[in-house]
């Protein structure tokens, strides 16, 4: 509000005018000064849909308009400036054949969206949090959904010997980076290279069928990454993370269990609220949010699902125990939201603290990624070995009397013997090996120890 103070004398009524004039000339500049800048647009292609967002520096409303001939989505956005470029945008591989912005009806935004195909729209706005500032998300879905990802189906060579599903989740993505460590590396780039060779190291194996939960740098929610180890009939699903701490000093790798009944310990605490949190950058509308009830009921029937989780974690740890420093020396457990799985057992690796100078120098390096790949996938196999699923192929084998083991980089012949408790020479008779040489991706018969 502008006070203007005027002397009761004739000579000063004209200069009263002329302030009050000025105030009102002034006015439209000091409103559009409420108005919010786009600060940035970034793009993000996923498997099932591409997401453009808007970075604001508030909140604003907006309009979406669907136009055809041609086809077309027109994004308003009322009282707003745009400071960055259109031309930017990577487009390749998108709906988006071309951005246009313009001026509508003095101060609005308009951006224009020339499509190349048709898409299903929606967009949501996301208030700023300590994490980010205030956002617009426009998705546009595509009308032929999960092609680039199809489902997984626990298939095998007959009916009463399928597959061992395997989902891998590659922790957070898109626009949500993860945590950061020296040298601009990113969480998100770290663990979706070790997913990747985790789902090598399982595709090469009988028995197992491995699904990429994330296969690219795109993000999904918490709940969409249960949904989609469900929807591919997981029998395990193991999410994949490198997290950071207050205190830099902090190292070691861990692996986590849900806990429904409180954390086990402050570390375990701070790292599940973290990760509960990268639905607030990553981007998640309010109409995807948990069912209270629906997990209330779910938490009650996980006894027998956390079970497993915590044995397959104890199985995994003592992998990574070989080689990596641990955190902890048993599994932690936390009240993580990408766990809550009532049917699929569950385990979060935390492969190292990114925020170490020391340990992320390890995670940058693909042979250390690789290891971890290896320790993670070692001690999964192991555990499906010993409690292989009624009708699968490792329960058909272990019937039988025999199991299969196929070749990763690193392995001996006398590793293998060692591991599972047979002699090499039995070993090395029982596949007709020449001289005992094994190669790497072949699969050799084990015989009952």
């Known amino acids: ?61 907006h309009r979406l308009l669907e136009l055809d001939n041609p086809r077309r989505l027109v994004v308003d956005v009322i009282d707003a400036k745009l400071l960055a ?26 951006l224009v969206l020339d499509l190349s195909e048709a898409v299903r729209p929606r967009s949501f706005a996301l208030k700023a949090s300590e994490l980010a500032d205030d956002r617009l998300v426009i998705d546009l879905y595509d009308l032929e959904t999960e092609v680039a990802a199809p489902a997984v189906k626990k298939s095998a060579r007959s009916s009463d010997r399928r597959d061992i599903v395997i989902a891998i989740d590659a922790g957070h993505g898109g626009e949500d980076p993860g945590a950061s460590g020296p040298g601009r590396l990113r969480e998100k780039q770290v663990v979706l290279e070790i997913a990747k060779e985790l789902h090598s190291l399982f595709k090469a194996d009988a028995g197992f069928a491995p699904t990429l939960i994330r296969s690219g740098d795109y993000y999904v929610s918490l709940k969409g990454r249960r949904d989609l180890a469900r929807k591919r009939q997981a029998d395990m699903f193991v999410s994949v993370h490198a997290d950071a701490f207050r205190d830099k000093r902090a190292r070691g790798a861990s692996v986590y269990a849900l806990s429904t009944r409180g954390a086990t310990s ?24 948990e069912d209270a009830l629906a997990m209330t009921l779910a938490d009650l029937s996980m006894t027998a699902t956390l079970d497993s989780s ?28 990408v766990l809550k799985s009532p049917d699929v057992p569950s385990i979060l690796v935390e492969t190292g603290f990114i925020s170490n100078p020391e340990e992320a120098r390890k995670l940058a390096s693909a042979s250390y990624r690789k290891r971890m790949a290896k320790a993670i996938h070692s001690g999964i196999v192991q555990w499906f070995r010993a409690h292989p699923p009624p009708g699968s192929l490792l329960a058909h084998l272990r019937d ?14 006398s590793g293998i013997a060692h ?15 020449r001289n005992s040489k094994i190669l790497v991706g072949q699969t050799l018969r084990i015989p009952a120890s």
Not at 420 to 430: H, M
Request: charged share 25%; proline share 4%; hydrophobic share 40%.
């Open 1 to 61: 509000m502008v006070t203007i103070k005027c002397e009761p004398t004739s000579q000063s009524r004209p200069r009263a005018w002329f302030a009050a004039a000025l105030v009102l000339w002034a006015l439209p500049s000091l409103l559009h000064a409420k108005g919010v800048d786009v600060k940035d647009l970034r793009l993000w292609r996923a498997p099932d849909h591409t997401r453009l967002v808007l970075d604001l520096s508030g909140p604003a409303e």
């Open 266 to 289: 402050t570390t375990a605490s701070y790292l599940a609220q973290r990760e509960n949190a990268a639905d607030l950058l990553g981007g998640v509308s309010l109409g995807d949010k």
């Open 400 to 413: 039988a009397g025999e199991t299969e083991y196929t070749i990763v980089g690193g392995d001996t012949l």
């Open 85 to 110: 470029k259109v031309d930017a945008l990577e487009l390749d591989k998108t709906p988006i054949s071309g951005v246009r912005s313009g001026v509508r009806e003095g101060d609005d935004l308009r």
């Open 310 to 337: 915590l044995n397959v974690g104890a199985s995994v740890l003592g992998e990574m125990n070989q080689f990596a420093r641990l955190h902890k020396k048993q599994v932690e457990q936390a009240g993580f939201a």
């Open 419 to 433: 591991r599972f408790n047979v002699n090499v020479n039995l070993l090395s008779q029982y596949n007709n090996l």
